[in-house]
């Protein structure tokens, strides 16, 4: 009972959260907008200039010790800011308390690892983010205004090249640097939005907001986006070139409300706020992941849709369908945004590789179920992975299904399948349902290889409910077969003479 009256108490204390916002906002939205000036029609002046600009060092990557001030050129000496040199400005979010989040210098340590001869750059517009949201989201204007004052700045003084800038903003970050972008004279080289805010910025104008005019590449992270538009912390729409939706984006593992609870229990429930962000800041710890893990590099995946990712249907990699998450991403841009795909684990480091795996059902009955409890354990040349648990949404008769399968595991190249069909445990007795497969046809996302599956003693194997696991070896044909294949596309193409008849007597 301890436990149900804490949780009425998250609960509660969200719904009241977004009740302010959402009044807030009906009660801002009545007040006219300033309209927006370009530094470059007005003269510059700097004086007005209230966010400040902390160049930070590798060896105190937490201390503000100087500040870059435009307007004057011995400040960037001072603060041993190297012109010639690649150049990361963090852009924090709403920051009520008045101070940086912990993350912010978990990040700047995880950038000077990752480039230890960048400057970086903390931008700090505190005094304006630490109000009630919608004040807070309004100075996301006046905040990106004074980042392209320092921009153009940099470039009109110090001759500053724009394509080594790179812009990292979390959450109301995010749209201070896409206000940013949209007014330098020059385009910045990057911008990363690390879950841009979604309340007053989800139906906003591309002038208000981030966008993928802003900077020559954008890329975005989406970890926060539950609920209805109106109501989701992180936007929900595509803001960037490269927009990426771990686990859906609307939910991260480790940030559930059981690990609320859990939270709760050892830390006490001063840290609600934690623990309502935590899957908005996940944005952060996957970036910070992507820059100091590079052996672990997080692949994320182009998909129509989150339901069509969850059935393993978009693990192609041809044509830049997929791409790296954060900061080693391929710069693809496109006509229209991209959303991307992956899942990711519940902690640094994050990386899960990816399976599709297919298998057709065959069997006599007409059975037609739904939410079937299935086991699968996958064994390769570098590992295993055993009884990864799976929740089939269909399981029908003389179907095929397809469905994503995830390992923290790598297991090297795939050797062996084995499944088993969980009893649903409140008919346990009822065991007669099963079905005949044949083989296993699984994709490797990460790898890309194809291989296929035949099951071990005979031509079927036999999948009954509630019984013993079944097994699959990989099938030796498979070299056999894709030769074949490659001699029958050459054919098609009539370049199959030309190659020689050796390749001919092979087939
Ligand atoms: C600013 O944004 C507008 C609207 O998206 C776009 O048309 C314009 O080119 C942008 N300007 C710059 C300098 O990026
Ligand atoms: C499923 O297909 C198999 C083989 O193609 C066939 O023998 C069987 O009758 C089919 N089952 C049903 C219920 O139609």
Redesign the pocket.
Request: hydrophobic letters at 10%.
């Given at each position: 009972s301890h436990c149900t009256m804490q949780g009425k108490a998250i609960t509660w204390l969200l719904i009241i959260g977004i009740a302010i916002i959402k009044s807030c906002e009906a009660l801002s939205n009545t007040i006219e907008a300033p309209s927006l000036t370009s530094p470059s029609d007005a003269p510059l002046d700097y004086s007005a200039i209230e966010t400040k600009f902390s160049v930070r060092s590798p060896e105190e990557p937490e201390e503000d010790l100087c500040y870059l001030v435009p307007g004057r050129p011995e400040t960037a000496s001072e603060c041993g800011f190297n012109p010639a040199r690649k150049t990361i400005a963090v852009i924090h979010g709403w920051a009520v308390a008045g101070f940086f989040d912990s993350w912010v210098y978990k990040l700047v340590a995880a950038l000077f690892e990752r480039e230890p001869n960048a400057n970086i750059i903390v931008v700090d517009w505190l005094d304006r983010a630490q109000h009630h949201y919608p004040n807070s989201a309004e100075n996301t204007r006046l905040a990106g205004q004074d980042v392209a004052k320092l921009i153009n700045w940099l470039e009109a003084e110090l001759q500053y090249d724009l394509s080594k800038l790179h812009l990292l903003g979390y959450s109301l970050g995010a749209h201070v640097a896409g206000v940013a972008?949209?007014l330098?004279n020059n385009?910045v080289n990057r911008i990363t939005g690390l879950d841009p805010a979604g309340p007053h910025f989800e139906y906003a104008n591309?002038?208000r907001r981030l966008?993928p005019?802003?900077a020559t590449f954008v890329d975005v992270l989406h970890t926060n986006t539950k609920g209805s538009p109106d109501f989701s912390i992180g936007i929900q729409r595509p803001v960037g070139h490269v927009d990426i939706y771990p686990n859906g984006g609307n939910e991260q593992p480790g940030c559930t409300f059981q690990n609320a609870m859990k939270m709760i229990a050892t830390f006490g429930i001063n840290n609600v706020d934690q623990i309502v962000k935590c899957a908005h800041e996940r944005s952060v710890h996957l970036f910070i992941d992507s820059l100091v893990n590079r052996q672990q590099q997080s692949m994320a995946y182009r998909c129509s849709s989150k339901d069509a990712f969850n059935r393993g249907l978009c693990l192609s990699c041809r044509k830049n369908r997929c791409n790296n998450l954060g900061y080693g991403v391929n710069k693809v841009r496109r006509a229209r945004s991209t959303k991307m795909y992956l899942k990711t684990g519940a902690q640094m480091p994050f990386k899960v590789f990816h399976y599709q795996v297919k298998a057709h059902f065959f069997s006599q009955k007409n059975l037609i179920l739904s939410q079937q409890p299935i086991l699968v354990s996958l064994y390769g040349t570098h590992g295993e992975k055993e009884n990864i648990p799976l929740i089939l949404p269909e399981l029908n008769t003389n179907t095929t299904v397809s469905f994503l399968l995830t390992t923290d595991v790598d297991i090297g190249e795939l050797l062996m399948v084995k499944m088993l069909w969980e009893s649903d445990s409140f008919f346990s007795y009822f065991r007669d349902n099963d079905f005949m497969i044949r083989r296993m046809r699984i994709k490797a996302g990460e790898t890309q290889a194809k291989v296929s599956f035949r099951a071990k003693d005979a031509e079927f194997a036999h999948l009954v409910q509630g019984g013993d696991a079944v097994t699959f070896l990989k099938s030796k044909e498979d070299q056999n077969s894709r030769r074949r294949e490659r001699l029958h596309r050459r054919k098609m193409h009539g370049s199959f003479f030309k190659q020689g008849q050796n390749e001919a007597a092979i087939a």
């Open positions: 972008g949209n330098t385009k591309e002038l966008s005019d802003d």
